[in-house]
């Protein structure tokens, strides 16, 4: 099981900082939203020279012209780019379309989708690497919230996914037994005391 590194930062300073303190432990760098809105696409460049060997994730959350925000990102740098679940067929396709010329992936994030196991099912037939079974932040501080509806979702579709909405050691084991492929941490890893040891446990949790 592959290992994404959420770095939801505001600068591309902090956001290297973090990917040298956890990248001996995890696959794949994500640049957040925040952080591409923030320091525009410099920032995935920034973190792709300083790791080569990772893949690059730019969570651009595409929602329309995904063929074109594709190529930007790939042109910067990124190995992976994200287009919203939501987004319609068109865009999602235009997105894998470059992404198949240039080698790379598409992630599809099923942030908001409400049939998520549907439309993980529909979003690999239109080309993408995997889906992400997503609950934001905000759907995170709710009252009551359990990861147990984007596993149960994963298992369902029967599609590569990824589990993103509080991942942390105590969790990793339930998402890897879900039959997920990568487990995709943030707060559990930049909020740490020691971001590199939190990203060396997490690494353990899911051996």
Same mark, same amino acid.
Request: aromatic share 4%; no cysteine; net charge negative.
């Given at each position: 099981?592959?290992?994404?590194?959420?770095?939801? /930062?505001?600068?591309?300073?902090?956001?290297? %900082?973090?990917?040298?303190?956890?990248? *001996? &432990?995890? =696959?794949?760098? #994500?640049?957040? /939203?925040?952080?591409?809105?923030? #320091?525009?696409?410099?920032?995935?460049?920034?973190?792709?020279?300083?790791? *080569? +060997?990772?893949?690059? !994730?730019? +969570?651009?959350?595409?929602?329309?012209?995904?063929? $074109? %925000?594709?190529?930007?990102?790939? +042109?910067?740098?990124? +190995?992976?780019?994200?287009?919203?679940?939501?987004?319609? =067929?068109?865009?999602?396709?235009?997105?894998? @379309?470059?992404? /198949?010329? &240039?080698?790379?992936?598409?992630?599809?994030?099923?942030?908001?989708?409400?049939?998520?196991?549907?439309?993980?099912?529909?979003?690999? #037939?239109?080309?993408?690497?995997?889906? %992400?079974? &997503?609950?934001?932040?905000? %759907?995170?501080?709710? #009252?009551?919230?359990?990861?147990?509806? $984007? !596993?149960?979702?994963?298992?369902?579709?029967?599609? *590569?996914?990824?589990?993103?909405?509080?991942?942390?050691?105590?969790?990793?084991?339930?998402?890897?037994?879900?039959?997920?492929?990568?487990?995709?941490?943030?707060?559990?890893?930049?909020?740490? @005391? =020691?971001?590199?040891?939190?990203? @060396?446990? !997490?690494?353990?949790?899911?051996?």
């Amino acid at each position: 099981m592959k290992i994404q590194f959420a770095m939801d /930062t505001l600068t591309t300073a902090q956001a290297l %900082e973090w990917a040298a303190a956890a990248a *001996p &432990h995890v =696959d794949i760098l #994500e640049l957040g /939203t925040p952080l591409i809105k923030s #320091e525009g696409l410099a920032a995935v460049t920034a973190v792709k020279a300083a790791h *080569p +060997d990772k893949i690059i !994730l730019a +969570d651009l959350k595409t929602m329309d012209a995904g063929g $074109l %925000e594709a190529e930007i990102a790939f +042109d910067a740098g990124a +190995d992976l780019v994200t287009v919203l679940g939501t987004a319609d =067929d068109s865009t999602i396709a235009g997105a894998v @379309e470059t992404a /198949t010329r &240039h080698g790379k992936g598409v992630v599809v994030d099923l942030i908001g989708v409400e049939d998520k196991a549907l439309r993980a099912q529909q979003a690999v #037939e239109l080309g993408a690497e995997f889906v %992400e079974m &997503h609950a934001g932040l905000d %759907e995170q501080a709710q #009252e009551g919230y359990s990861l147990d509806g $984007l !596993l149960a979702a994963g298992r369902s579709a029967g599609v *590569p996914f990824s589990v993103a909405g509080g991942v942390s050691s105590s969790t990793a084991g339930d998402v890897k037994a879900a039959g997920a492929q990568i487990a995709v941490a943030g707060g559990a890893l930049y909020s740490a @005391e =020691d971001i590199g040891s939190a990203a @060396e446990e !997490l690494r353990a949790a899911v051996a």
